[in-house]
């Protein structure tokens, strides 16, 4: 249990590492033709996680958060576990279908729940897939261009690990189906894929042609999904944050949603700094930025006004069903809090003080509790989650008492 003491979060903070683009570039990069260098890399489970799932085709040196990465010849037999990272696993049983040999992908955790028969499927028509529980067993060949289908309203992830398919081999067409849930994560695989000199088109279908370069090297821009945990704790608290760092295009957008709230918001391209309180309540759909519902819903949490997020049914699918998890944060605060035909309504302010938060084994639950009881007091059951995205987070929150 880890408790935190309410009062004025304020102060300058550097932005930490984007996840899913730092995941990307150290993708890209095994695949890829001559050495990347990744800058400014931190070593969070799902780092680690995408680390271990391109060790077996590349060489890799870490030099502090440096990361260099060159293609090598690849093993014939790969075996690795990507813990609870959807994005590595849904990538890496992809990208291993096109590596001649075969491949074991364990996983655990929070993620056994999780999407992944869809992928599957789809590679089957390409070769041969095994699932067992807890494990992927995949054997790879050389690929020709490949065209499939791909249901695009459960996870992006299965379409960013096609696009990556088709990348590192002769190429390739995904037709996505249905509703398309998390498209900015898909717009971020496009944008690392053309870093590397492939060229991809999304459109009605998506078309990759075959081949990467490695760009030498490549700075991870800050991830604001996760910054937006520190900026909303000054919001609801009254203090001041500056967040250093340019932030990833996939999430800089919750600074205008904080904007729209009332709250005052500067951002140069180097730092965002954010203070003031909210006072609106926003109508905001967020199908395609589902991180960002966490830190949005908690600053909606403290107006008195009602707030809708829109687009939130594949939340269900995450570490925990953040539909369920999101509104058991808001409920143990004493907001206004209900699920309605895909959108989440919130109105605030909260009613209780010293509240108990439970993580449900889910890091962005657990961030949005700790940035919770900044202001009103409280405890987490659970912390350990919040390594698997952002390990640094708790030591913003907590005061360690002195010898
Ligand atoms: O591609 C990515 O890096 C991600 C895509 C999103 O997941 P889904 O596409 O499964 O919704 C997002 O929630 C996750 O944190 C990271
Ligand atoms: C859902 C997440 O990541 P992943 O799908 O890669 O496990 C997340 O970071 O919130």
């Not at 000054?234 to 904080?258: C, H, M, N, Y």
Request: aromatic share 8%; hydrophobic share 45%; charged share 20%.
């Amino acid at each position: 249990m880890l408790c935190v003491e309410p009062g004025v979060f304020s102060g300058t903070f550097k932005a930490p590492p984007s996840k899913p683009i730092s995941q990307r570039l150290l993708l890209a990069g095994a695949l890829a033709e001559g050495e990347t260098v990744v800058k400014g890399v931190e070593l969070s489970d799902d780092v680690v996680a995408m680390l271990r799932a391109i060790q077996p085709l590349a060489r890799i040196s870490i030099y502090g958060g440096d990361v260099h990465v060159e293609r090598r010849e690849p093993d014939v037999y790969r075996a690795f576990n990507v813990m609870e990272s959807g994005f590595t696993l849904r990538t890496a049983v992809a990208v291993y279908a096109g590596v001649p040999g075969l491949t074991a992908v364990y996983y655990g955790g929070t993620l056994r729940g999780r999407p992944i028969d869809e992928l599957i499927q789809a590679l089957r028509s390409l070769t041969d897939v095994a699932k067992a529980p807890g494990a992927v067993f995949i054997r790879g060949k050389r690929l020709s261009r490949f065209e499939v289908e791909m249901r695009a309203d459960i996870s992006s992830q299965f379409i960013s690990g096609l696009m990556f398919l088709a990348a590192a081999g002769e190429g390739g067409v995904v037709r996505p189906v249905g509703g398309r849930k998390s498209w900015s994560f898909v717009e971020a695989t496009a944008s690392v894929l053309k870093q590397f000199g492939a060229r991809v088109e999304v459109g009605d279908v998506i078309e990759v042609e075959g081949g990467l370069r490695g760009p030498g090297e490549v700075a991870v821009p800050g991830d604001y999904s996760l910054a937006a945990f520190l900026i909303a704790a000054g919001l609801i608290t009254g203090g001041r944050v500056e967040v250093e760092g340019q932030a990833s295009d996939v999430d800089k957008q919750v600074l205008d949603i904080f904007a729209a709230m009332g709250a005052h918001v500067a951002y140069d391209g180097r730092r965002a700094t954010a203070w003031g309180t909210p006072s609106r309540g926003v109508d905001v759909d967020l199908g395609s930025n589902p991180d960002l519902v966490m830190p949005v819903a908690l600053v909606a949490a403290f107006v008195e006004d009602w707030t809708v997020i829109r687009g939130v049914e594949h939340l269900r699918y995450k570490e925990s069903d953040r539909v369920a998890s999101v509104l058991d944060v808001l409920q143990r605060l004493g907001v206004e809090a209900t699920y309605k035909d895909g959108a989440l309504h919130i109105r605030g302010p909260p009613r209780r003080r010293n509240v108990q938060f439970l993580s449900h084994g889910d890091h962005r639950i657990g961030l949005m509790a700790l940035a919770a009881s900044k202001a009103v007091g409280g405890c987490l059951d659970d912390v350990s989650p919040i390594s698997k995205s952002w390990p640094t987070a708790p030591l913003y929150f907590i005061v360690l008492p002195e010898k």
